[in-house]
């Protein structure tokens, strides 16, 4: 007779990116999952699996640890064998929205596919969210350099022009906009130009 | 720089111009790389862009998914993603052959100084016998990495096993690791031995982490290695891009075959960083041929089902194993010369 489903499935979560882990840890245990972690890559994957026996493994796409798990599933028969989630071959679509939030999963056989979709939903959901949070800190990044680079650029325009602070930020917001540059860039020349004679002198 | 030859007027432009191939970071994907940095791509009016791939499982869904044109591929995989046998079925084709061998077989240096290889035997069965008699001594349970379940090092280290009368299955404990990591995991000691295709066994004895003891080409001599494998689909939409990408590879061989100073050359460009970068920092030009470890890359480059029946009668037991037979039918769509003869303008009735 079939066991009955638990309610709980055991999650092998491998993924380097630690911020990343943590996210998909926390959602998948808010819904009642329990999860093993893997966020460094030692060989012991294989005992990894053999120890905690997950009902669903998620890897992050690009980590080589996959080929070592898709050959367990195919080499090694105490282990659970595991099959490509996304094989569903009437679904492309999730395969390729899987494959751009980089989330790779492996099932048990015989797992109910619609209880495994919700697992791998809140995955991709998480490293989508994570791509976003990246997005943003390089945009900040990019923000605070653009900061920097604008202030030495004025700076530097006070000096050599003899100008007050004012002056010198209404010189690069006037170039930006003859040219149709942002201002930064503006900036940049700016400093391009006047660096070498600020140090020649 | 660029050396790529103008392309012929009579051919077609190519539906695409822009595209990206997958490659793992192989002596092998030497074609595809001379082909871009000498450019025998842009002679054919394509601006490939080159994607290395951390894993075989990897690039394989990527092709799948549409999100890599094509990619430098293991013999097997376009007949293992046709079958469907670790993903959903995918009709995928070897439009070219872009190397031969070149595989080696390593043994970490302390597993390598247990042996006692006879020597007037051939060497793959010399050691795979000396293996036998450490295993019989009480030699726990080796652990020997391959790249791929569907791969030709995993049928050669299942022969090379076999010739010592090893079973693969419960002698020894087979794992996969993508190439790259094959070195330091067997310095670690995390693998006792692995096969895998140059640079990098000839990395590992370089770096006294192990020893080569038999080569792909001992067992299998010239056998297809890698391929560039395309979806059937892709090549339905795209025939004059794929046809472009043949010639220039074509080209790219020609040019490796014959140009003084070519394998220097093309080592230089595999050694940058998008490529294979250090890894080939022990060698002074690209190896080819010439030694049994070394790949074959400018000579059989067409495919004919023929020369993959050897490389799908190993494949067999491993398939029948998981309850799969191959058919004929898939294996000669899979491995047609038709493409190739196309993009050259040759009657596809010539053997090869």
């Known amino acids: 007779m079939p066991m009955p489903e ?14 990343r882990a943590a996210m998909v840890e926390e959602a998948l245990a808010n819904d009642g999952h329990r999860v093993v972690c ?20 998620i890897i992050d796409m690009e980590s080589p640890d996959r080929d070592t798990l898709e050959s367990m599933a195919l080499l090694q028969r105490e282990n659970p064998r595991p099959v490509v989630f996304f094989a569903d071959q009437h679904d492309p679509q999730s395969l390729k929205a899987a494959v751009k939030a980089g989330v790779s999963a492996y099932v048990v056989d015989g797992l109910a596919a619609n209880r495994v979709k919700a697992v791998i939903e809140v995955a991709i959901a998480r490293f989508e969210a994570f791509q976003g949070m990246r997005r943003d800190l390089d ?18 325009l006070m000096k050599h022009q003899s100008c007050d602070e004012e002056q010198a930020y209404r010189m690069l917001r006037k170039l930006a906009m003859d ?16 660096k070498p004679l600020e140090q020649g002198s | ?37 000498g450019g025998f791509f842009s002679a054919q009016g394509l601006d490939v862009s080159l994607s290395r791939e951390n894993a075989w499982s990897t690039l394989r869904d990527k092709v799948a998914a549409g999100l890599l044109d094509g990619a430098h591929m293991l013999a097997p995989m376009p007949l293992a993603m046709s079958l469907g046998l670790s993903r959903a079925p995918c009709e995928t084709l070897a439009a070219m052959v872009l190397g031969r061998q070149g595989n080696t077989l390593v043994l970490s240096q302390r597993l390598a100084n247990a042996l006692d290889v006879r020597s007037d035997l051939p060497r793959p069965q010399g050691s795979a016998l000396a293996l036998r008699d450490c295993l019989t001594r009480g030699l726990a349970k080796p652990r020997l990495a391959m790249v791929y379940p569907y791969s030709c090092q995993h049928l050669l280290l299942r022969e090379w096993l076999s010739l010592g009368a090893i079973d693969s299955d419960s002698e020894v404990e087979l794992v996969a690791l993508p190439p790259p990591r094959m070195v330091d995991a067997l310095r670690e000691g995390e693998i006792d031995g692995f096969c895998v295709g140059e640079p990098w066994g000839s990395q590992a004895e370089f770096r006294q982490v192990g020893k080569v003891i038999a080569s792909g080409a001992d067992m299998m001599p010239g056998h297809p290695e890698k391929v560039l494998g395309v979806t059937a689909s892709w090549a339905r939409r795209y025939p004059h891009t794929l046809a472009a990408l043949i010639r220039a590879l074509r080209a790219a061989a020609s040019w490796l075959d014959s140009a003084a100073g070519a394998r220097r050359q093309a080592l230089e460009w595999l050694a940058l960083p998008p490529y294979l970068d250090e890894a080939v ?37 491993l398939l029948m194993a ?17 493409h190739h003869d196309e993009a050259l303008h040759q009657p596809s009735a010539i053997t090869p």
Do not use: W
């Open chain 1, 6 to 19: 638990p309610d709980t499935l055991s999650v092998l979560l491998v993924d380097d990116e630690i911020v």
């Open chain 1, 38 to 57: 893997r966020l460094s890559s030692p060989a012991s994957l294989n005992d990894m699996v053999r120890q905690h026996q997950p009902d669903v493994v």
């Open chain 1, 139 to 156: 945009k900040a990044r990019n923000q605070l350099a653009d900061r920097k680079r604008i202030e030495q650029a004025k700076g530097l």
């Open chain 1, 179 to 194: 040219r149709g540059q942002r201002i930064a860039q503006v900036a940049q020349n700016v400093i391009d130009i006047l």
């Open chain 2, 1 to 37: 720089m660029s050396i790529g030859k103008a392309t012929q007027a009579s051919t077609s432009a190519p539906e695409l111009a822009g595209l990206t191939l997958g490659f793992v970071p192989l002596l092998d994907a030497a074609l595809l790389i001379i082909a871009r940095e």
């Open chain 2, 281 to 317: 920092a022990h060698l002074d030009e690209l190896p080819v041929g010439c030694a049994p470890g070394y790949p074959l890359l400018s000579e059989g480059l067409r495919p004919h089902p023929s020369d993959f029946y050897g490389m799908a009668e190993r494949l067999q037991p």
């Open chain 2, 322 to 338: 998981r309850g799969r037979e191959l058919d004929d039918v898939t294996l000669e769509t899979c491995y047609s010369s038709v």
